[in-house]
């Protein structure tokens, strides 16, 4: 028999105003946009300026918004101009965002194995699947946690392999003391609702490479040559600009991204202190030199110790008005449809009809510890807003329902 709670506390939420730093700052940029009359980036001032500002808060040499972190990912991989059935190691745990541009561009995804903690893909794992094919690796550096770069770099060097960072779930997070974003080739970011820092819909790219930034900028903008004594559309590309509406609301939530990350992590700390010691639990794992900025709180469950694991722990913290995500994103990305059954260009199948067969082979054997990863974890939702009283309920509502399904 279980007991229901007495009473549950409402926390706060990123999907509305209650969890999201949304105020009089973005408004009065906005303000300016509207009575300037401009709202197109290519003429404004704003979207520019949020550019120049990402790009020195990270320090890197540039940066260019656009529609989102989808468009971000897009516009890297177009950037690198893969050939048709050229190959790109990354990872079955992502958004799926990050994986269909991959596809648009004529190139194939090959799924390396993930640490089964941070659920991150790690230099041996992406090891595994480098071939003669592969054009490019792109790690995610997942829940706001650094994939191991300097081993990742080593290895991409060591084998001229251009690395793209998906930090959309990690705004300035660090590896080794350094950002995430500044290590790869190419590093894509998201301003989606969810994220560190939002415009409800949105992406950045950044480079320190000026001849790709180039071809960035260029996709974004339907490959115009905007400024050339001789313009002319140079290539198959996109609109992916975002306007000066956005451009406006970034800037003012970008000036507050540091004390929203500051404040994530402090919360996440204090959580960290308060489940020490529970049995079957793993409280995130931060390395020496990294900063872990907290997109969720993710924890792994035991379920030889815990009674139905992290789908057990979900629904009783669900009944405490906790609604955490048991498995994260329930399967890997192999299994959906787009994959299983290779639904991209009409009837054609293209560009799968170019892979190497087993990269295509995506049977549970060849990625135990990928589903494994998936079965024991329980993402918690984070926000800058919990103080000790949340922090305080989801800690006693968490030891409170290991206790009731200890095994
Ligand atoms: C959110 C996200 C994306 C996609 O961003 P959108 O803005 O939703 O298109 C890509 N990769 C990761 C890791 C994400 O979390």
């Known amino acids: 028999m279980t007991t229901m709670p007495s009473k549950t506390m409402v926390l706060p939420s990123d999907q509305d105003s209650s969890g999201r730093d949304l105020g009089a700052e973005e408004l009065e940029l906005l303000e300016q946009v509207i009575r300037s009359g401009t709202l197109t980036s290519t003429k404004g001032s704003f979207t520019r300026t949020l550019e120049e500002r990402f790009a020195a808060t990270l320090g890197v040499k540039r940066a260019y918004a656009c529609a989102s972190?989808?468009?971000?990912?897009?516009?890297?991989?177009?950037?690198?101009?893969?050939?048709p059935g050229d190959e790109i190691v990354t990872t079955s745990i992502t958004d799926m965002g990050a994986l269909t541009p991959i596809l648009y561009q004529g190139a194939?995804?090959?799924?390396?194995?993930?640490?089964?903690?941070?659920?991150?893909?790690?230099?041996?794992?992406?090891e595994a699947c480098l071939s003669e094919r592969t054009k490019a690796i792109v790690v995610t550096h997942l829940f706001g946690s650094a994939c191991e770069m300097a081993e990742i770099m080593k290895l991409a060097q060591s084998r001229k392999i251009p690395v793209i960072e998906d930090c959309a779930q990690a705004f300035l997070?660090?590896?080794?003391?350094?950002?995430?974003g500044t290590f790869g080739t190419i590093g894509c970011f998201?301003?989606?609702?969810?994220?560190h820092m939002t415009t409800g819909e949105g992406g950045i790219v950044v480079s320190n490479d000026d001849a790709l930034a180039r071809r960035m900028f260029l996709f974004i903008n339907k490959a115009w040559g905007y400024g050339d004594a001789k313009p002319d559309h140079y290539f198959l590309s996109l609109n992916y600009r975002i306007s000066e509406l956005q451009g406006a609301v970034a800037l003012a939530q970008l000036e507050k991204l540091e004390s929203v990350v500051e404040?994530?992590?402090?919360?996440?700390?204090k959580l960290t202190n308060m489940l020490a010691g529970i049995p079957g639990l793993k409280t995130p794992r931060?390395?020496?030199?990294?900063?872990?900025?907290?997109?969720?709180y993710c924890l792994n469950v035991d379920d030889s110790v815990i009674r139905d694991g992290?789908?057990?722990?979900?629904?009783?913290?669900?009944d405490r008005g906790i609604m955490s995500a048991p498995r994260?994103?329930?399967?890997?990305?192999?299994?959906?449809?787009?994959?299983?059954?290779?639904?991209?260009?009409?009837?054609s199948q293209f560009p799968f009809t170019l892979a190497r067969p087993e990269v295509l082979d995506y049977s549970k054997e060849r990625f135990p510890l990928t589903f494994k990863a998936l079965h024991d974890v329980l993402v918690l939702p984070w926000n800058e807003r919990y103080r000790d009283e949340h922090l305080e309920y989801i800690a006693e509502s968490i030891q409170e329902s290991v206790e009731q399904l200890s095994i």
């Open 286 to 296: 931060v390395e020496p030199g990294a900063v872990h900025t907290y997109w969720k």
């Open 69 to 83: 972190g989808t468009a971000a990912v897009h516009v890297a991989v177009a950037a690198l101009d893969p050939n």
């Open 328 to 347: 994260y994103i329930q399967k890997p990305a192999f299994m959906c449809e787009i994959f299983q059954k290779r639904r991209t260009f009409g009837s």
């Open 190 to 195: 998201s301003t989606q609702q969810g994220k």
């Open 108 to 126: 194939i995804p090959v799924f390396a194995e993930v640490d089964p903690q941070t659920l991150n893909v790690t230099a041996a794992s992406i």
């Open 263 to 269: 404040r994530r992590v402090a919360a996440a700390d």
């Open 310 to 318: 992290a789908i057990g722990l979900a629904k009783l913290l669900k």
């Open 173 to 180: 997070a660090r590896s080794d003391g350094q950002y995430v």
